[in-house]
């Protein structure tokens, strides 16, 4: 069952009304202009993606890949294995590993999709986890590849200086990693900072679900045997199923079938 969350723009909370709602109309200028209200725009910076959509999209299925997605205006619905999730103005979807999933942008000429898209850096990640203490969050959550929260004041800024370097392309190569430091920084103080923490460890190429995950990406058209994956975990079989389904919400074998009809463009979900 869908997450109901409704449509919206961003609503800030007293004391924030000014810095939010300055930030957040430069953000959709910034964008608006990138875009020409005309769809998705890649690469603007590195690992950035910018959206104006004015008519649905979807639904399409494909891998999606670690990232920060930010959503300004209107509504996108994400669905993941037996789970649906409404990603919503003013909050942001941190993702850990590349996961195939379905997706459907809801969009109008009156009531568009606006928002962003910024791969995330793994190792930046882990670096900025060193740096800040995070030893008190150590909560698990049941969906530790998903996290979903509220854009706070301080992350929509570091956001809105990211996306205005397009505005100066040369200072990209200097400034464009510092704010991509700050942003994961903003997000590993936040309230969702015990999530950042579990998607960088089970994203780590050491991780041995990652390393399963990794292989059936790679070998989606082979044959599957289930015994060598768990060695490869360095797990048995039913820990392996175990902990693969409580991090993709799938089997290893539904992974895979998805993973395979995904790289053919062929809309496939797994029955729920």
Not at 109 to 125: I, K, M, N, T, W
Not at 209 to 232: S, T
Request: charged letters at 20%; hydrophobic letters at 40%; aromatic letters at 4%.
């Amino acid at each position: 069952m869908a997450e109901n969350i409704a449509t919206k723009e961003i609503s800030p909370r007293p004391g924030q009304h000014s810095r939010r709602s300055i930030a957040h109309r430069e953000l959709l200028t910034l964008i608006e202009n990138a875009t020409a209200r005309a769809g998705t725009v890649r690469g603007v910076a590195p690992g950035v993606s910018l959206s104006w959509l004015t008519a649905p999209v979807g639904p399409a299925s494909h891998l999606h890949g670690p990232s920060l997605c930010v959503c300004l205006r209107g509504r996108k619905q994400i669905s993941l294995g037996d789970r649906d999730i409404a990603h919503s103005a003013g909050q942001f979807l941190l993702t850990a590993i590349q996961m195939p999933i379905v997706s459907v942008a809801y969009a109008t000429p009156d009531a568009q999709y606006v928002g962003l898209e910024l791969d995330l850096d793994l190792d930046l990640a882990r670096q900025v986890i060193a740096e800040v203490d995070l030893h008190q969050l150590e909560s698990t959550t049941a969906d530790p590849c998903l996290a979903i929260g509220e854009l706070s004041a301080p992350l929509l800024d570091a956001v809105l200086r990211l996306v205005r370097l397009i505005e100066t392309p040369s200072d990209i190569p200097i400034l464009g990693q510092l704010i991509q430091h700050e942003i994961l920084y903003r997000l590993a103080i936040g309230p969702k900072g015990n999530r950042l923490r579990q998607i960088v460890r089970l994203g780590s190429k050491s991780h041995g679900v990652a390393k399963v995950i990794a292989w059936l990406r790679e070998h989606f058209a082979e044959k599957l045997q289930i015994a060598q994956l768990a060695d490869q975990a360095g797990m048995g079989v039913s820990t392996l199923h175990r902990h693969f389904s409580q991090l993709t919400t799938m089997s290893p074998i539904q992974y895979q079938n998805t993973c395979y009809c995904t790289k053919r463009a062929v809309f496939w979900w797994p029955k729920r």
